[in-house]
């Protein structure tokens, strides 16, 4: 790193243009990254019961066992659709290259017409199911493009609303973007002064286009799913913004000890500089404890988090070289000065912390756990078509089902039947079908259908939807009926009760991971197991409140007119995750940077309630400059159409300004000052363990520190 560091800032013009041309072809090699990602999804484990049966009924039938594409015919307020738009219509979709079979009041029996007519009869669907094998983003494409001309007829279904999310992603990026860049160029401007803040745009850019790049690569792997670059925008500038503000700030303190040469650089990278890396390494391997899920949004959320913290750290120690070395002194910016004794306002408000330490941390863990309070009454949901944006069509289909359809208020549940070997005959098969048509949540079922020798496919409607806890004990009750034979039940309930149960089973060992990592993590800065512990604890309350907040906008169905969602009385469960992983990682994170200022301090003599309040004063100001630049990259996520996506964004966001303005300001001195020298506790081999391999930092002598301006 000393090497590098040298090579770097002895030759800055050009090394930046090594970065520039960097730059250049990440953004010539990734920047198509996008259109490369999945647009299905990934909310489903490929091994789940549900997907076996849909995988089984679509190899027997060479088509997917329910319709994926719904044509509305007939405009809303206006005249009745005629059975020759309707036939039409029907004719038209089935001549779509990937669509096996079309059903519409064109061509399905009389009795089986009436959902397919709207209660005023003024309004028709066309119901299209995909051929097995068939691309879905391909087929809605040209599904649309088919009727793109035609003001009659209206084009939804679940595939289409795949698709149109994914677009709505792409298009949500550049309104983020929008939102995103002034403002944090103004507060760039701010907190950084002067043409310093050109290092937190440049660090920006090479962190995204960097992070495209590997994405890139990774995609060629692993399939990635397309809601991962909102988290690579917004996760890649706050960090990117964060690492460079910290490098900045120590940079400025030893051009003011030392002189604007090559030891301030080298000192402001063997200590911040370790700093990032220790920080880098606690988001990453928080974010990568959610490939553990076998859910493909939470794989790709973790894998890009992982990603592009690792990137951002390596892009903050390449670049602020690079700008030392070039402008030196002129990065300086006027000291504000901190009070005729070099006491700034953070170094009282410690001081003033721990003169009553017990009844700061009580008083505010209390309001922290009040925060958290309505986490405890979240109720999952899953996602549906009312995260589909209002304005897309497939939306405007949705609701159009939902509110002029007959059969809206059931679900489909379809049980696929293998009787290979069991000699199972009609007998049994229907005898199997009166036993589900006997339990509580069913509306109707349908004859068993044969689709091979030895499989069979019964339907099954659902009273309710698919969120709703009648449908999902019904699944658990049909998979749990003694059968002859082998059955596998698929549906949106089952897919929801198969989602939480992989959650459920791959939750204790994410966790494990979680904190396990957090706290090695933590050790190896500090040497002890008492501040680990403590983080983990501060932590949880945190990200606690950080849900808490989402239950009680999302949940509770609040601030609609100006988020713009629709609320679905609940909380999507993998957004939950991902906001626990990115709260946690981000907290420590900012942890790693005071807790590493305060162990300098004290091991450079100062006593243990002044190295907390001097370490506190170095990095109060900074780490809350670093919450809102932060709050404000991500939190842009409020600003998408996709209600599961803003969830992440306010979710952290919150979390973030929390830790920082709470959890930083009060309750750590309040702790620290609580135990004192028990802070610094470990057993003697791990201590021994640490002295040989633990992160240590060098430090000004404590004589010098009144010279240091503050941040």
């Known amino acids: 790193m000393t090497s590098l560091t040298q090579t770097l800032s002895r030759h800055p013009r050009r090394s930046l243009a090594g970065l520039l041309l960097f730059v250049v072809l990440a953004g010539f090699f990734g920047g198509s990254v996008a259109g490369a990602l999945d647009d299905d999804g990934g909310f489903l484990p490929a091994d789940a019961e549900s997907a076996a049966a849909v995988e089984a009924i679509s190899a027997a039938t ?205 000192v402001t990278m063997r200590t911040a500089g370790r700093s990032v890396v220790f920080s880098a390494a606690t988001v990453a391997v928080a974010m990568i404890t959610l490939t553990v899920f076998p859910l493909g949004f939470l794989k790709s959320m973790g894998i890009a988090g992982a990603v592009v913290a690792v990137v951002a750290a390596l892009a903050a120690l390449l670049v602020s070289p690079m700008v030392f070395g070039l402008w030196g002194a002129k990065l300086m910016r006027r000291s504000r000065g901190t009070g005729t004794d070099g006491q700034g306002r953070w170094y009282r408000l410690s001081h003033a912390v721990m003169r009553r330490p017990g009844a700061v941390a009580a008083t505010t863990m209390l309001v922290m756990l009040g925060l958290a309070l309505p986490a405890l009454s979240a109720v999952w949901t899953p996602v549906d078509e009312s995260v589909v944006p209002p304005e897309a069509s497939a939306r405007a289909v949705s609701d159009a089902v939902e509110a002029e359809f007959p059969d809206s208020g059931t679900s489909p549940m379809t049980v696929a039947i293998e009787t290979d070997g069991t000699g199972a005959g009609s007998a049994g098969l229907t005898s199997y079908a009166e036993q589900v048509a006997s339990l509580p949540g069913v509306a109707t079922v349908a004859e068993p259908v044969r689709l091979g020798p030895d499989l069979w496919q019964l339907d099954v409607a659902v009273t309710g939807e698919p969120d709703d806890a009648q449908a999902q004990d019904l699944v658990t009750e049909v998979r749990a009926l003694d059968a002859p034979f082998e059955t596998q039940v698929a549906g949106p309930a089952a897919d929801f009760v198969d989602q939480q149960q992989a959650i459920a089973d791959a939750l204790p060992l994410a966790a494990g991971l979680l904190v396990g990592l957090t706290m090695i993590v933590l050790w190896l800065l500090t040497g002890s197991v008492v501040l680990p512990i403590k983080a983990v604890i501060m932590n949880a309350l945190t990200v606690g409140a950080s849900l808490g907040a989402l239950v009680f906008v999302y949940q509770g169905g609040r601030f609609t007119d100006v988020l713009g969602y629709t609320p679905n009385g609940g909380i999507e469960p993998t957004d939950f995750l991902v906001a626990t992983a990115l709260v946690f990682a981000l907290s420590t994170d900012y942890g790693v940077f005071l807790l590493g200022r305060i162990k300098e301090l004290r091991d450079a003599g100062e006593g243990e309630r002044e190295s907390v309040s001097i370490g506190l004063q170095r990095t109060g100001a900074v780490v809350t400059a670093a919450a809102i630049l932060l709050a404000v990259a991500i939190g842009a996520f409020a600003t998408s159409s996709i209600s599961f996506i803003q969830q992440i964004g306010i979710a952290t966001a919150f979390g973030v300004l929390v830790d920082a303005f709470v959890v930083r300001s009060l309750l750590v001195p309040a702790l620290m000052g609580l135990l004192g020298k028990y802070n610094w506790w470990a057993p003697m081999p791990l201590r021994r363990l640490h002295d040989r391999i633990g992160f240590r930092e060098e430090s000004a002598p404590p004589a010098e520190r009144e010279l240091v301006p503050t941040p």
């Open 62 to 266: 060479g088509e997917a066992p329910s319709p994926g594409v719904v044509l509305l015919v007939g405009e809303e307020d206006g005249p009745a659709a005629t059975p020759a738009q309707v036939e039409s219509a029907t004719e038209r979709l089935g001549a779509v290259d990937g669509i096996s079979s079309v059903v519409s009041a064109a061509n399905a029996p009389p009795g089986a017409r009436s959902g397919l007519v709207s209660e005023d009869g003024t309004r028709s669907l066309v119901l299209g199911t995909l051929a097995a094998g068939a691309d879905d983003g391909e087929v809605a494409d040209a599904v649309v493009e088919a009727y793109a001309d035609d003001p009659d007829v209206t084009v939804g279904g679940w595939t289409v609303g795949g698709t149109q999310l994914g677009e709505t992603v792409e298009s949500d990026l550049a309104r983020a973007e929008t939102f995103a860049f002034p403002l944090l160029i103004v507060l760039s401007l701010i907190f950084f002064g002067g043409r310093a803040a050109l290092m937190p745009l440049v660090v920006g850019i090479t962190t995204v286009l960097g992070t495209f790049l590997a994405l890139q690569g990774i995609n060629q792997v692993y399939g990635l799913s397309i809601f991962a670059l909102n988290l690579v925008i917004g996760l890649g500038l706050g960090l990117a913004i964060d690492y460079t503000l910290f490098l900045l700030t120590r940079y400025r303190e030893e051009v003011a000890r030392r002189g604007a040469g090559p030891d301030a650089i080298a």
